[in-house]
């Protein structure tokens, strides 16, 4: 299953899928609000895994994006359109606007995609803005930043709905985490230009994982956007210690207002993420 199931927070409702090396190789489903999954719809790719290796890019292919209604009952109200040089592994979000006829998406290009599983330091990840022409099946894209980016993050409230903010991991020496920046994405908007409006790095020699965005008021609907905070865990491999720190999301250089020394290492990972100890308790 994908380690990034998307939950509309008005609904209740998580939109996943999933993949495996036997049919039906991927399929799609939404979880309702009562945790019942909902029948699976079969997306069929015309070709999965060959050799040894999980995954593999043949330059033979062109990219394509597929799109297909929340509530779709089956594989027919899918439609595709061609991506050339689009190779994303994690969007940050999608919305539609201009009444539906279009549908904007922001994601992570991996460019010399052809070095992803082996090489990661010969790769740049590039966040882009794409934008999808319903009626035309026109596809435009956007550069939003000039740094290898990836792992975005936004706050969770805003999921598929239009989004002005997002934070992501700031790679270096290959797929270590030097830092995190915070992009405005109505800076997209306009010619390309760099939509960075505050980044932090954790200094020489330290690196963490994926960001996650955690609402200061998550029950308050009339709180701005980037109000919370970016919490993240830390190793400095010049002391061998550990921290889990918390920023500041609307601070102009994501200050750090709380540090938590671990006492043992915590390993570079990805695909973290936040709970509410008032959804934990809905567990038991």
């Not at 330059?59 to 929340?70: D, E, F, H, N, S």
């Not at 999301?249 to 671990?262: G, W």
Request: glycine share 6%; charged share 25%.
């Amino acid at each position: 299953m994908t380690a990034h199931p998307k939950v509309d927070y008005e609904t209740g409702e998580a939109f996943a899928y999933r993949h495996n090396i036997k049919r039906p190789y991927l399929t799609y489903f939404r979880i309702n609000p009562d945790g019942i999954k909902q029948p699976e719809i079969v997306i069929r790719p015309a070709e999965v895994m060959k050799g040894n290796q999980p995954a593999f890019v043949d330059p033979t292919k062109v990219p394509k994006l597929g799109i297909i209604p929340r509530y779709a009952e089956d594989e027919k109200e899918m439609w595709w359109v061609e991506v050339p040089g689009l190779n994303f592994v994690h969007a940050v979000n999608a919305w539609e606007e201009d009444g539906g006829d279009t549908i904007v998406m922001v994601a992570a290009n991996v460019l010399a995609v052809e070095h992803f599983m082996e090489r990661l330091d010969m790769t740049h990840s590039l966040i882009e803005r794409i934008e999808i022409n319903v009626k035309t099946k026109i596809v435009t894209r956007r550069p939003m930043a000039a740094r290898c980016l990836d792992f975005p993050v936004i706050n969770p409230a805003y999921v598929g709905k239009k989004t002005r903010y997002m934070y992501a991991a700031i790679l270096s020496a290959g797929p270590k985490v030097a830092g995190v920046a915070k992009l405005d994405l109505s800076l997209s908007t306009v010619e390309f230009g760099d939509c960075t409006v505050a980044s932090r790095l954790y200094g020489p020699g330290c690196y963490g994982g994926e960001p996650c965005f955690v609402p200061r008021e998550p029950d308050n609907p009339t709180v701005e956007e980037d109000d919370g905070y970016i919490v993240n865990y830390i190793f400095n491999e010049i002391t061998q210690e550990s921290k889990f720190i918390v920023m500041d999301a609307k601070s102009p250089n994501l200050e750090i207002v709380a540090v938590v020394k671990l006492p043992q290492r915590v390993p570079y990972g990805f695909h973290g993420m936040f709970v509410r100890e008032c959804d934990l308790q809905k567990l038991y």
